[in-house]
């Protein structure tokens, strides 16, 4: 079996966490709907910082969830940039 790359499991990971982010707002929006028990707001934020933030900007605007809220609004896109703008700095640095 052929080994993996780092940038192979780096693409993995990054797939595997933005389906997970993108499920918990679904989950969240369900759960708010159905006045249940609520995933912190911390949770869904903290998913999107550790890699989560595109999956997080679909699921607010798939689900329609959080898009009142400044946090979300102006966090989300703004951790997505960061995001992208470490991921091309190591890659220029040849890291990646």
Not at 83 to 88: D, F, P, T, V, Y
Request: aromatic share 12%.
């Amino acid at each position: 079996m052929k080994e993996l790359s780092f940038m192979h499991i780096i693409v993995i990971y990054l797939v595997i966490i933005n389906v997970v982010t993108f499920f918990m707002y679904g989950i969240d929006k369900w759960k708010s709907k159905r006045s249940k028990w609520r995933i912190r707001e911390a949770a869904l934020l903290g998913l999107a910082v550790l890699g989560g933030s595109v999956g997080a900007w679909l699921g607010m605007k798939v689900w329609h969830h959080k898009t009142m809220h400044r946090k979300f609004i102006y966090g989300v896109p703004a951790t997505i940039i960061i995001q992208l703008a470490i991921s091309g700095y190591l890659i220029v640095k040849g890291i990646l």
